[in-house]
């Protein structure tokens, strides 16, 4: 079913915030990376005005700039209306307000809208959606995933979550998805468990591991899983 915007919910993040978020080191922003489900996040031209190679895909990339804009407007208000209602769930260190946090993210998107005509040109940006996308097997050294799985789980089921990361497995032999945590909440997905378990199972290596990130109360976690020797 083809992607309605209406639907979309533009929240963009940066690449201090990509960091953080994944425990990115220097060697890290070298590799060759996927970042996948990356909305307007401003990570894709900062790193590659640094030299980084990394090519980003989401289903919005198939709208145009002005429609992007045209929905961030629309939404925007929205999501400071829903931090404010859900303010208890959220740290306040870094930014103190919603409107704060708001104007930090505008700035981030602008900055994505800035590059995304040539991006896409140049196919930095990709319309694809998970759990299938259009890359060769081993194309990147690192997948990144982020406010997506577990994130909307109760849009998209345990099978989901488990086709798209072994998707991401396919195309490369290291995956970061971040957070653990269902959006607005402070509660671990309950897909978590059963997924880490089917990944065991097929034995793929798994680890959760705690980066600097917490905007989320307990959002502090992410899934490493790789592919192994067995499936690399």
């Known amino acids: 079913m083809a992607l309605q915007l209406d639907r979309v ?28 489900a990356s909305g307007p996040s401003s990570f894709n031209t900062e790193l590659t005005a640094q030299g980084g190679r990394v090519i980003s895909c989401d289903p919005v990339y198939q709208f145009h700039r002005e429609q992007i804009q045209q929905r961030i407007d629309a939404t925007y208000p929205v999501i400071v209306e829903t931090l404010h209602n859900t303010h208890d769930k959220f740290v306040w260190n870094t930014v ?13 998107m602008a900055k994505f809208l800035d ?7 140049e196919q ?3 319309p694809e ?12 050294d690192l997948a990144l995933s982020a406010h997506l799985l577990f994130t909307y789980s109760a849009q998209f089921d345990t099978a989901f979550h488990l086709a798209a990361i072994l998707e991401l497995l396919r195309i490369a032999p290291e995956v970061r998805i971040f957070p653990l945590l ?8 309950p897909h978590l468990e059963p997924v880490l378990q089917a990944l065991g199972d097929r034995g793929y290596p798994v680890t959760i591991e705690r980066v600097p990130y917490e905007f989320q109360i307990g959002g502090n976690e992410m899934l490493i899983v790789l592919a192994g020797d067995a499936h690399g």
Not at 96 to 108: I, S, V
């Open 129 to 140: 959606a998970l759990p299938c996308l259009g890359f060769p097997d081993r194309h990147f």
């Open 96 to 108: 103190k307000t919603p409107e704060e946090l708001g104007q930090k993210r505008l700035a981030t």
């Open 9 to 36: 919910v533009p929240w963009g993040r940066s690449l201090a915030d990509y960091r953080d978020m994944f425990a990115l080191t220097d060697l890290d922003l070298q590799r060759s990376i996927l970042d996948c």
């Open 124 to 126: 930095r940006y990709r």
């Open 115 to 121: 590059d995304y005509d040539r991006g896409l040109a």
């Open 182 to 189: 269902e959006n607005f909440t402070n509660q671990r997905s």
